[in-house]
């Protein structure tokens, strides 16, 4: 069984990552193995209710972000509105909104570092990505099978104009349980 990589990049703007998700289902990538994380810009008012409340670091907000969100990237898979301690109020979806929920409980490097490292990220490039999304950014993965659909997730990042592309084995055991002893 092959590993699955993981190519990330980042954009500028929201309306650059609608056309590289619509380009990466194009070329064969599951909607369900699209992740986009980026600030949520527009939606914060809809849960300022909840920001006193003594919810878990980075835990799941509401699901309000769905509903603001249209077009290819409200369809992606487990879309959802979290609040980042230090970072704010974000939209999340695919596969890093389950491990972004997930860092939130308990993981020793929280947030979207802990998400990304849990990818296989190394812990610098992760903290360098969480501050481009601090500052703005959107950011994308596209979970691929092979080093085919790796070189066209790249090459469409790099088509749509994304920086900071890369890509990772994600990371084989991300659960203790399932760890043998050899």
Do not use: C, W
Request: hydrophobic share 45%.
């Amino acid at each position: 069984m092959s590993k699955n990589k993981v190519v990330i990049g980042l954009v500028d703007a929201e309306v650059q990552a609608e056309n590289i998700v619509q380009r990466l289902q194009n070329e064969g990538v599951a909607t369900s193995d699209i992740s986009v994380i980026f600030p949520d810009k527009h939606g914060t008012k809809d849960f300022a209710h909840e920001h006193n409340t003594k919810a878990p670091e980075g835990a799941v907000v509401g699901a309000a972000g769905g509903g603001a969100i249209g077009g290819t990237i409200g369809l992606l898979a487990g879309i959802g509105a979290l609040a980042i301690p230090g970072l704010g109020p974000f939209i999340a979806a695919g596969p890093l909104m389950a491990a972004l929920s997930g860092a939130a409980a308990g993981a020793a490097v929280g947030g979207v570092t802990g998400a990304l490292v849990g990818l296989g990220i190394p812990e610098l490039e992760a903290k360098a990505y969480e501050g481009k999304l601090r500052g703005g950014n959107v950011l994308i993965a596209a979970h691929v099978v092979d080093g085919d659909q790796e070189n066209r997730a790249r090459e469409v990042l790099r088509r749509e104009g994304a920086h900071d592309i890369s890509s990772t084995s994600e990371a084989s055991v991300p659960n203790e349980r399932a760890r043998t002893g050899t």
